[in-house]
């Protein structure tokens, strides 16, 4: 069995474009997805994927000949420029956990107006829209083939 966690060189690569993806705010007072709480939550919620996320690390280390960390602040925007440019699943995968990590923080939630819990037992609550809206989508025929019974 395979150690699955993240290579220092990989970890320090993800931590520093996760800042990318979402950097400090002090306008706002939130932190950046860099942020040790969010960023353990990030390594620790990887999951199945993983795999995705070491693949859009790897094409983060050959743009940028080597550690994305390592580099000055000027290149690693460039580096980070040109993967976002190339995107893909891999890629998608590793900002879709850098992102559902951030959400779930606390302070981020506050600075959102939300108030930092999960949505059961007390639910939210929906404000309600306009439901003609809907009338164009029952109108039309049905977009199913009906299969026969035998």
Do not use: N
Request: contains cysteine; charged residues 25%; glycine residues 8%.
């Amino acid at each position: 069995m395979t150690d699955p966690a993240l290579s220092a060189v990989e970890t320090r690569d993800l931590r520093a474009l996760a800042a990318a993806i979402i950097p400090a705010s002090a306008h706002y007072c939130v932190p950046g997805a860099d942020d040790a709480a969010i960023f353990a939550d990030i390594l620790a919620s990887l999951g199945r994927d993983l795999g995705d996320v070491r693949a859009a690390l790897g094409r983060l280390a050959i743009l940028s000949g080597g550690s994305y960390a390592d580099l000055p602040a000027a290149r690693r925007a460039e580096v980070a420029a040109a993967l976002r440019a190339e995107g893909g699943a891999a890629l998608g995968a590793l900002v879709r956990v850098v992102l559902l990590c951030y959400y779930r923080d606390d302070r981020v939630m506050r600075s959102l107006g939300q108030e930092p819990r999960p949505p059961f037992p007390k639910g939210h609550v929906v404000e309600q829209g306009d439901w003609s809206l809907l009338d164009p989508v029952r109108a039309r025929p049905p977009i199913w083939r009906r299969v026969a019974r035998d």
